[in-house]
């Protein structure tokens, strides 16, 4: 990362030598096309707490509104399952009672495990081909990079039949199955960072008697960090945001305990498409299913950018 | 830090271990992903291929057909409607999605290095593709969305955003939304490799701003824009969430958004022709690949001119 921090710097002196430059027409210009796009970017999400935060009568009755209509928690208490039936169907809601709670909570297991899991094993795989020799790596690390090109629609419908065959469709561990073990991006990611690491710490720890899984553990977790971090909050992205597996490993949003929020909101966007939409309560799921993400963004946006300036350097 | 320069005095040549060790360390450390890439992507891979081949049902049946799935692939109108939609997607997605995500990468460059600014650009890319859709559903909605209130009160007529012409390029913005920021980033990152010596010497030479475009930054961006248009091609045409969200299972109106991935979990998972669903799944593999193929020999990636 250092030669991106100096190329950040560079570009920090280049951006105040532009500052100097006179007021455009041009730049004008070029304000107004970003301000555009920062309007495009977050009206949207404004839009969700907007409808999330209206009573769904009053909001048919005004769109246009820009401000929520007739101020209310009834939305995210109806897709919590925490308002009785019958008052749902008064309110104009989507006539069944949703659990967004155990939605919420199915998805945090099933992407805790992967998160959790995966980091390790990449972590450790990555140790092994940044640090230690034996026979067959380098042929070992060029499956790595073969597997990373490979998309993931030719993998899907394999999967599935191996799951189904171990009896895995509808149950957490066939949705958390397929990336528990790590993936060849999160190596390669890691190996990167691990390259860089001094040798001298790695040498002086083992005159002191470390084993080599003592360093791992003692050295080389510990300053490396940064970059585990930013593994961990992407796979804690991707998984969170996956629908596809989820939704046929899970039992296609049938099986209760299997369902994660995306494919709880897939189900209730395709049963309630068939009435009039329940906006409130889509839009309280969906600014409930993306707080954890927006939480996210808050605390580690920083980090994330910057480790995708470096998968553009790959 | 004290310690370890007193000892590098007296280090051996190399750390002294017995090579056994480290080997069978070193396969203990490697197992568990070794066993992920293997069990999960490569061997599903190599029989996503050979049941291709085969006429597959999931339970009772899966006998070797040679290459009868791909005869029938030949013949399938719907095969080639899939296709033709996915085109058709993939040709409003990224154009737009690749100028915008440059424009807005070079106006962060040359405007301000605020922080914020690449957060709010980036924030898209963080929110699953199912709320996305959702919410842009809504905002583009006929009767209640803001888009068609605007139109309203400007006195054009409304947009049905979602019927059978007008689902596709929808669902192209829609993506173009999510990505165009995480796109830009990627460009950005680009942008500061280029060094800002370069730009004075063309405003020397009397380089207009279009001219040292031409001549500076597009040719030393080219390995970013490869990976870029190569990454960003090959996830457009496999397009999936977007179109379960806003037209399963039907497809959409008049089918006008069944995309060839859409197709392909259709024959798998409702009709159960796994082996005929394999084969369209290796025919858009290799689509994609040869299109990656050509954009790299196009663009002949492995070379900067920055060298």
């Known amino acids: 990362m250092n030669s991106l921090d100096l190329q950040l710097q560079q570009s920090n002196q280049r951006a105040v030598g532009t500052q100097r430059r006179k007021l455009s027409w041009g730049r004008v210009l070029a304000w107004c096309f970003v301000g555009l796009w920062v309007f495009v970017t977050l009206f949207p999400v404004y839009w969700i707490a907007r409808m999330a935060f209206s009573t769904q009568k009053l909001l048919l009755a005004d769109p246009t509104n820009p401000f929520p209509a007739g101020l209310t928690l009834d939305a995210f208490r109806r897709v919590l399952g925490l308002l009785p039936l019958q008052m749902v169907i008064d309110e104009g809601g989507f006539p069944k009672v949703m659990h967004f709670g155990e939605y919420l909570l199915t998805t945090f297991i099933v992407t805790s495990a992967i998160t959790i899991g995966s980091t390790i094993f990449n972590a450790m795989a990555a140790y092994a081909f940044a640090r230690l020799r034996f026979p067959f790596r380098n042929r070992l690390f060029y499956l790595y990079i073969i597997v990373q090109i490979m998309p993931a629609v030719l993998g899907l419908i394999p999967n599935f039949i191996l799951i189904h065959s171990l009896g895995w469709v509808g149950t957490l561990q066939g949705i958390i199955a397929p990336s528990f073990l790590g993936s060849a991006f999160g190596v390669f990611f890691l190996r990167q960072f691990f390259l860089g690491i001094n040798r001298e710490l790695e040498e002086a720890a083992m005159l002191d008697g470390d084993t080599l899984i003592g360093i791992f553990w003692h050295v080389i977790l510990p300053i490396t960090l940064p970059a585990l971090t930013t593994i961990f909050v992407l796979a804690f992205m991707t998984s969170w945001n996956d629908l596809q597996w989820p939704y046929f490993a899970g039992g296609s949003g049938h099986i209760e305990g299997t369902t994660t929020l995306t494919v709880a909101m897939l189900s209730f966007r395709s049963q309630t498409q068939r009435g009039l939409p329940d906006y409130t309560g889509l839009m309280a799921g969906t600014l409930i299913s993306i707080i954890p993400m927006l939480a996210i963004f808050l605390v580690f946006g920083r980090k994330i950018v910057d480790s995708i300036q470096f998968q553009g350097y790959r | ?307």
């Open chain 2, 1 to 307: 830090m004290q310690a370890s320069r007193i000892t590098a005095y007296k280090r051996p040549p190399a750390l002294k271990l017995r090579p056994r060790t480290e080997t069978l360390i070193a396969w203990l450390f490697i197992l568990p992903s070794l066993v992920g890439i293997m069990v999960f992507v490569f061997i599903p891979a190599v029989r996503g291929i050979y049941l291709s081949f085969t006429n597959s049902d999931l339970l009772t049946r899966s006998d070797f057909i040679g290459l009868q799935n791909y005869q029938k692939l030949l013949n399938d109108a719907q095969f080639w409607s899939s296709l033709r939609i996915t085109v058709e997607y993939v040709l409003f997605n990224i154009p737009i999605q690749t100028v915008l995500a440059l424009t807005l990468a070079i106006l962060m460059t040359r405007l301000t290095k605020s922080n914020i600014l690449r957060g709010i650009v980036f924030l898209p890319y963080l929110l699953p593709m199912v709320m996305v859709t959702m919410v842009w559903l809504t905002l583009l909605d006929y009767d209640f969305g803001p888009v068609n209130s605007v139109l309203q009160l400007l006195g054009l007529a409304k947009i049905g955003f979602f019927n059978q012409t007008t689902i596709i390029p929808s669902l192209a913005w829609i993506n173009t939304w999510r990505y165009a920021g995480y796109v830009a980033l990627l460009f950005f990152a680009g942008l500061q490799s280029i060094p800002g010596e370069l730009y004075e010497a063309a405003t020397i030479d009397g380089a207009n701003e279009w001219q040292s475009f031409t001549h500076v930054t597009w040719p030393l961006l080219r390995p970013v824009t490869v990976f870029v248009l190569i990454t960003s091609v090959v996830g457009s045409f496999q397009v999936w969430d977007s179109v379960a969200v806003a037209a399963s299972p039907s497809g959409g109106p008049g089918g006008a958004s069944r995309v060839i991935f859409w197709y392909i979990t259709n024959v798998a998972f409702t009709q159960f022709n796994i082996g005929y669903a394999a084969a369209i799944a290796v025919a858009l593999f290799v689509i994609v690949l040869v299109i990656a193929l050509i954009q790299m020999w196009y663009f002949r990636a492995d070379s900067s001119d920055l060298g």
